[in-house]
C-alpha cells in the first residue's frame, strides 16, 4: 500500500503548475545547468545547406 504525504506548503494552483520555477530567477537555474554564457561569446558559421551554426568562443564560460 502506498504512503500518502500531506504536504501544507505545496502550492497548486494552476499558475504553479504551469511554471514550476516561479521560486528561481533564470541566473540560479543557468548555474544549476551550468550554460554557457553566450553574450558576446559566440561565432556564427554558414553550413553549405543554408543553416547557421552558433557555436560558444570559450565554451568554459558558465554562469
Known amino acids: 500500500m502506498r504512503k500518502f504525504y500531506n504536504k501544507c506548503n505545496q502550492d497548486f494552483s494552476l499558475e504553479h503548475l504551469a511554471n514550476p520555477f516561479l521560486d528561481e530567477s ?16 559566440y561565432n ?20
Do not use: F, H
Open 26 to 41: 533564470i541566473k540560479k537555474r543557468y548555474s544549476k545547468a551550468k550554460v554557457v554564457d553566450m553574450r558576446d561569446n
Open 44 to 63: 556564427i558559421e554558414k553550413t553549405k545547406s543554408g543553416y547557421l551554426i552558433i557555436k560558444p568562443i570559450n565554451p568554459n564560460k558558465t554562469y
